[in-house]
């Protein structure tokens, strides 16, 4: 599975950005998409994921309220909507994928194929 991330860019604090994450290769073994984000000198933080065949939403705590996460099955793509932006939210995210029902949606060692990076930038 290949993972294309876009989306990301400089913005002031109070605006929205939208990102996308689009799956190539074998999506058919898709399970769930998550965001997560990393700033230097930082662990890399868990943001959003969503199932890929079934109901559920799980979000970390900084960006619950604010973040939405959803997906388009045809289009093979996840998204993450993200409303009000503070300068806290500035880090490259991460789009990952997870192939199997093993590991907690919210950690890292769950996915198995990660996108590039975007990006977001929220000045004050």
């Known amino acids: 599975v290949q993972l294309q991330a876009s989306g990301g860019g400089l913005v002031q604090a109070g605006a929205s950005l939208k990102l996308s994450c689009v799956a190539s290769?074998?999506?058919?073994?898709?399970?769930?998409m998550g965001w997560f984000r990393q700033v230097p000198g930082k662990e890399r933080e868990f943001v959003a994921s969503i199932a890929w065949n079934a109901s559920g939403t799980y979000y970390g705590v900084p960006v619950k309220g604010r973040f939405t996460i959803s997906r388009d099955n045809a289009k093979k793509t996840a998204y993450l909507q993200m409303n009000s932006l503070t300068p806290d939210d500035t880090g490259i995210y991460y789009c990952?994928?997870?192939?199997?029902?093993?590991?907690?949606?919210?950690?890292?060692?769950?996915?198995?194929?990660w996108g590039q990076g975007t990006q977001v930038t929220v000045s004050s």
């Open positions: 990952a994928a997870k192939v199997s029902g093993t590991g907690v949606y919210e950690h890292t060692g769950a996915y198995a194929y």
């Open positions: 290769g074998r999506t058919s073994s898709l399970y769930g």
